[in-house]
């Protein structure tokens, strides 16, 4: 990961990056952009040179815009105008990513911050270089980066340790999240997922982790994730991971589903559609990586991660289209598509949430539908809750972490789909609406919870086709700069 410094005097001067912001609106059409005070003095004549340098290269200013001014023999060799836009966190996010493709080539930068730059622009771009910056490598293939150095210059480093600390977490917490997503299956089986996490857990106070095996699953009747597991040559695992501060006053259930590779089982997908399933664990990886990340901060929640991890696979033990399953908590669900097989894994662990911890306020996220993409396009999750507080607070942590979901309808007049004669739900009723019919089977299990649920299908964003401002091409960590946001606002 990427070395990042707040330093007030500026130890290297190779690279000098300065921010520009678009014109003052009003100020006309050819009014230029213009460069930023900085919080420490530059060389002679730099200063000039830039306000020179940003109306020759029709500068805008607009947020991660990038003009480079190459001074062969002169100190700094690279000069580098980067836009800002509107300063807000979101668009600092996006300059950081911007900048830190730009300059790939170069081993170190210095990034000269305004005077008064705010936490959150701090926040923004460190968040965005450590982001954007991000390659996943089973291999050394490709060389490593020359980049290896950010020095971010400002007035008084001290006054920014806090919001440091909480986006370096914040970002290696997601990197790890898109790591354990973009591992191929043959290596990510559900006891290889329970491993890292026991890795990644090890050694936090207070932090503790719990794995089920196949037996103790079958002991305590886990009946979704034994049959949705029961395909695969490598056995289904309960993750448990519980953040325990001595100062929590609420307990949040963070639910992941973690199927490590979507066969859809005999109901067995086509080519194009399987492809890419060895993402459809994404929402189990950004739980934990959240509860990592809570430990991490040491924020005063208690947070519980449950990831039912399994692999939905076809073979002669794999569960039938038309199987009664019974779930944790007695419930029972008519399978009818295999290829439902998140809400069934999912089904036993809210269950098992409601009925053995008990907490405060119940959250899932999953890779569910492709319907989410259907409704909402590559880029945003659809959120559902009974409850427009809950509802509301987790939308604006979501907005505020540069994610995106809207929030979608629970139809009383669609719960009769999920009527069958022979259990008490049918799984995958085919009444259009698919994510909205799968949140409302998946509601059945909340009990006595139900109020205080938010279930996102994170199916859509949870993947990118390619690098995108903060986002890199494959697993984007969904859901970790969210999570850690709302958690946050809990304290
Ligand atoms: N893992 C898939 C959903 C998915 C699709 C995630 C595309 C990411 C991208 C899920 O298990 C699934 O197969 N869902 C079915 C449900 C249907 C059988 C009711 C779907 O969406 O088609
Ligand atoms: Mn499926
Ligand atoms: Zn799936």
Do not use: C
Request: hydrophobic letters at 45%; proline letters at 6%.
């Amino acid at each position: 990961m990427l070395a990042i410094r707040l330093v007030a005097e500026p130890e290297r001067l190779d690279t000098l990056v300065l921010p520009l912001r678009p014109a003052r609106e009003g100020a006309g059409d050819d009014a230029p952009a213009a460069p930023v005070p900085t919080a420490v003095a530059l060389p002679d004549g730099v200063a000039d040179e830039a306000a020179a340098l940003a109306p020759a290269a029709r500068s805008t200013g607009r947020a991660g815009e990038i003009r480079t001014q190459f001074r062969p023999g002169r100190n700094p060799g690279v000069l580098v105008l980067l836009g800002i836009g509107d300063g807000e966190e979101g668009s600092w996010r996006r300059a950081g990513a911007a900048l830190v493709r730009a300059v790939a080539d170069e081993t170190h930068v210095t990034i000269a911050l305004p005077p008064d730059a705010s936490p959150a622009a701090v926040r923004g771009i460190y968040e965005g270089l450590l982001l954007a910056s991000y390659r996943f490598r089973l291999t050394d293939a490709g060389g490593v980066p020359a980049l290896t150095g950010v020095d971010l210059l400002v007035t008084d480093p001290d006054r920014y340790g806090a919001v440091v600390e909480t986006a370096r977490t914040t970002a290696r917490l997601t990197r790890w999240a898109r790591d354990l997503t973009n591992t191929p299956s043959s290596v990510k089986n559900p006891e290889w997922f329970a491993g890292q996490v026991a890795a990644h857990a090890a050694g936090t106070p207070d932090l503790h982790l719990r794995v089920r095996e196949p037996a103790e699953l079958a002991a305590e009747g886990f009946g979704g994730i034994l049959a949705v597991g029961g395909g695969s040559a490598h056995g289904p695992r309960l993750v448990e991971l519980d953040w325990r501060p001595a100062d929590a006053r609420t307990h949040v259930v963070l639910v992941g589903k973690g199927i490590t590779f979507d066969t859809g089982g005999i109901s067995i997908k086509p080519v194009p559609a399987m492809k890419l399933m060895r993402k459809d664990m994404a929402g189990a990886a950004a739980v934990v990586a959240a509860t990592v990340g809570a430990a991490a901060l040491r924020l005063p929640v208690r947070v519980t991660a449950l990831a039912p991890l399994a692999e939905n696979m076809v073979s002669g033990s794999a569960f039938r289209p038309g199987d009664i399953i019974h779930h944790y908590g007695g419930l029972t669900s008519e399978t009818t598509n295999s290829d439902a097989e998140g809400r069934l894994v999912l089904a036993d662990a809210l269950a098992y949430a409601v009925r053995e911890l008990r907490p405060d306020v119940l959250v899932d996220l999953a890779t569910l539908t492709g319907a989410n993409a259907v409704a909402l396009g590559k880029r945003t999750g659809a959120l559902y809750s009974e409850n427009d507080r809950l509802a509301g607070d987790v939308l604006a942590a979501v907005e505020a972490a540069g994610e995106a979901v809207w929030r979608m309808p629970l139809p009383a007049d669609y719960v009769e789909y999920l009527g069958s004669d022979l259990a008490d739900l049918y799984s995958a009723p085919n009444q259009g609406a698919g994510s909205v019919v799968a949140a409302l089977y998946l509601r059945e299990f909340t009990g006595e919870l139900r109020d205080r649920w938010v279930h996102v299908d994170m199916s859509a964003p949870s993947w990118a086709d390619g690098d995108d401002a903060e986002l890199t091409r494959g697993a984007t960590g969904w859901g970790v700069r969210s999570l850690l946001r709302w958690l946050d606002t809990l304290r």
